[in-house]
T-cell receptor, first 114, second 111 residues
């Protein structure tokens, strides 16, 4: 079974630029999560999708971050404009159903904002 | 008060010893508890979950839960160098579906 795919793996941008990350969850997984993990901290949930609907985006900075999951499969997370404090690893995870025990994480995208 | 707190590391143990990791949580509505292992530069992977008070054993790993004390721990017996990683405690409430993670405890097993 193929795992969660993410791209790019690394990205370096200057502040005020925009960036987009892509995630392809495990086939058939209905729930998709985007996390931000700042160095030395645990992952923080940014947004959770159930199929193509948003379940929780309470911690998403909506003035600069946006996410979508068209057709309930792939998802993109965008930051516009980026700030220095957005430097982090962005992790995508998926789960077969809402509330399931295990979330399967992708390899992450390491973003550096200079 | 942070939602999930873990004992500060790093924790250094000799090979073959027991590594003990602690986690406390603030919300009494929390129902499910998870331990993830994260190797440096890698993504988290689930190693244990527990939702009933008491102990749960899986190989060299034992999770312990005490809901009255709002405390969950992970014991790693016969620690191996391959256990060197950051261990993340995560907590889920039944009322929602998100995981709240602690900051992690870094374990180093000395050969």
């Amino acid at each position: 079974e193929a795992g969660v795919a993410q791209s790019p793996r690394y990205k370096i941008i200057e502040k005020r630029q925009s960036v987009a990350f892509w995630c392809n969850p495990i086939s058939g997984h209905a729930t998709l999560y985007w996390y931000q993990q700042i160095l030395g901290q645990g992952p923080k949930l940014l947004i959770q999708f159930q199929n193509n609907g948003v379940v929780d985006d309470s911690q998403l900075p909506k003035d600069r971050f946006s996410a979508e999951r068209l057709k309930g499969v792939d998802s993109t997370l965008k930051i516009q404009p980026a700030k220095l404090e957005d430097s982090a690893v962005y992790l995508c995870a998926s789960n077969p159903n809402v509330g399931g025990y295990e979330q399967y994480f992708g390899p992450g995208t390491r973003l550096t904002v200079t | 008060q942070k939602e999930v707190e873990q004992n500060s590391g790093p924790l250094s143990v000799p090979e073959g010893a027991i590594a003990s990791l602690n986690c406390t949580y603030s919300d009494r509505g929390s129902q499910s508890f998870f331990w993830y292992r994260q190797y440096s530069g890698k993504s988290p992977e689930l190693i244990m979950f527990i939702y009933s008070n008491g102990d749960k054993e899986d190989g060299r790993f034992t999770a312990q839960l005490n809901k009255a004390s709002q405390y969950v721990s992970l014991l790693i017996r016969d620690s191996q160098p391959s256990d060197s990683a950051t261990y993340l405690c995560a907590v889920k409430k039944n009322s929602d579906y998100k995981l709240s993670f602690g900051a992690g405890t870094t374990v180093t097993v000395r050969a």
